[in-house]
């Protein structure tokens, strides 16, 4: 039953298992998450929620990242604001298939509970990190899209149960703690969707990491629940999935087991081998989600990004053309339908539903050139010059495009065109953010608040060695 076998799985993962490209991305999450915990701790969302729950906080045994003097808070309150913080921006990783962000959560509970413990290697941290991403992809590949489509954050309904795998994987939980915490995290499930462009947004992957740590530390002082809670008739996947007619046959094939036994139901998924090439994996069978992960060049919704990309392309052929936007008369994109759907805002009140707005967003891209977390300051998405070019571009639907491809065509007053059609976005799988990229983004978000940004980023990148995964803490 998948409960029991992502449980066993679990508890079986080793270092050693985990191929060199695993660990690399694992690296690379863990450094993007703490880039964005920091970046993300000084917005309104973060403070707001320190100043209401700090009368709350129990022993200050873990941090809140991102602040020149210590300050800290509980491992609950500490993953949760943690959280909180590297959501906010929406500039954090996302697993495309289904897209989750999934480091978020799992993270956030991870480092609070490494510092509270003391003692949790850098190699420790990383197979846990594995064990919950990988956990909380899983089971979200078994209800999407179903479950996303109906109004659940997809991010914060798997990112409990991610949390959880992996604080009992540090915890060294046995395989029937591990069961029990699954259920404990999967009977908490919360974010809807109707939040998007909202503190609670962020607020959703940091409940949801403090759910999974409060699961964990529950189940292994004994804490039971039901040890069948992802497959049950009234269990996670069939009540969160939206009446998703194959869920329990997909539940099987995406938790299939490691050694590539297969799943009672995996005929009827398919081809009859799914369950030992998509399922939990293993030296022998299964696949590696965290290998999947895609991080974000543009802190926004991830349909915005080909439009941006397009954009920001636009923006420098223009220059070298001298061409200037008040010679522009129309800006068309042709987008994928989701985009719309998910970005559709024409009239973003500020910082955050700007996220959510195809306008804003492209019209960033013309005019600057970039769009980083300065260009989603409530100041410019109330300024004039931007509002003037987001008002002009029209966003069509072209069902023939893919999610991450867009056609972008300014037409000038004499009848002449510039068209940019961008196949795969900059941080797609296809063109992915390299080494270099994700540290100029770490260095740019974290220089404004760290004072020595370049010497966290080096640390970080030497995660696999640390011997104690807690001194992150005191980077200030």
């Known amino acids: 039953m998948a409960t029991q076998r992502l449980a066993s799985w679990t508890k079986s993962l080793e270092f050693a298992d985990l191929p060199d490209d695993v660990v690399r991305a694992a690296v690379r999450s863990f450094y993007n998450w703490v880039g964005c915990a920091i970046g993300g701790s000084t917005h309104p969302a973060t403070t707001i929620a320190y100043q209401c729950l700090h009368p709350l906080f129990g022993a200050p045994t873990a941090s809140l990242l991102g602040h020149h003097e210590p300050r800290k808070a509980d491992p609950q309150h500490a993953a949760l604001i943690n959280g909180i913080a590297s959501h906010v921006h929406d500039y954090d990783d996302t697993h495309l298939d289904t897209i989750i962000h999934p480091t978020g959560p799992v993270a956030s509970a991870l480092l609070a509970v490494a510092e509270w413990k003391k003692g949790v290697t850098g190699k420790d941290l990383i197979v846990a990190l594995v064990a919950g991403i990988e956990a909380e992809c899983k089971v979200g590949l078994a209800v999407w899209p179903e479950h996303y489509d109906v109004g659940w954050h997809i991010t914060s309904s798997t990112g409990s149960i991610g949390a959880a795998v992996a604080v009992s994987k540090v915890l060294s939980l046995s395989t029937s703690e591990t069961a029990h915490a699954i259920g404990l995290a999967a009977t908490q499930v919360v974010g809807l969707r109707e939040m998007f462009g909202s503190h609670t947004k962020s607020f959703h992957p940091g409940r949801a990491a403090q759910c999974g740590l409060l699961a964990a530390i529950m189940a292994q ?145 013309l005019l600057f050139g970039k769009a980083t977390p300065s260009e989603y300051e409530d100041s410019v998405v109330a300024s004039a010059e931007v509002i003037a070019v987001r008002d002009r571009i029209q966003a069509e639907i072209d069902p023939t495009l893919t999610a991450d491809q867009t056609v972008v065509t300014l037409t000038m007053a004499d009848g002449q065109t510039l068209e940019k059609y961008v196949p795969h976005a900059v941080g797609s799988i296809e063109v992915p953010m390299d080494d270099a990229m994700l540290e100029k983004k770490f260095i740019d978000q974290c220089s404004k608040i760290l004072s020595n940004a370049e010497a966290a980023s080096q640390a970080l990148w030497n995660l696999e060695s640390m011997d104690d995964v807690g001194t992150i803490a005191t980077f200030r």
């Not at 002082?221 to 039901?226: A, E, K, R």
């Not at 938790?255 to 030992?276: C, F, L, Q, R, Y």
């Not at 129309?330 to 559709?344: F, M, N, R, Y």
């Open 221 to 365: 002082g004994g804490y039971t629940s039901s040890e069948q809670a992802l497959e049950a008739k009234r269990g996670w996947a069939n009540v969160v999935s939206a009446g998703k007619p194959d869920v329990q046959q997909r539940l099987a094939t995406f938790t299939g087991t490691a050694d590539g036994t297969p799943n009672e139901n995996e005929n009827e998924i398919g081809n009859g081998n799914e369950a030992t090439t998509l399922g939990l994996p293993s030296a022998q069978a299964g696949r590696w989600e965290v290998l999947r992960n895609s991080f974000k060049p543009f802190p926004c919704g991830i349909v915005i990004h080909p439009i941006i990309d397009a954009c920001a392309q636009l923006h420098v052929e223009m220059a070298q053309k001298g061409v200037k936007l008040a010679d522009v008369t129309a800006i068309t994109a042709k987008v994928h339908p989701l985009v719309l759907e998910l970005t559709g805002k024409r009239t973003p009140k500020d910082g955050l539903e700007a996220k959510f707005s195809v306008f804003h967003s492209g019209a960033c891209g």
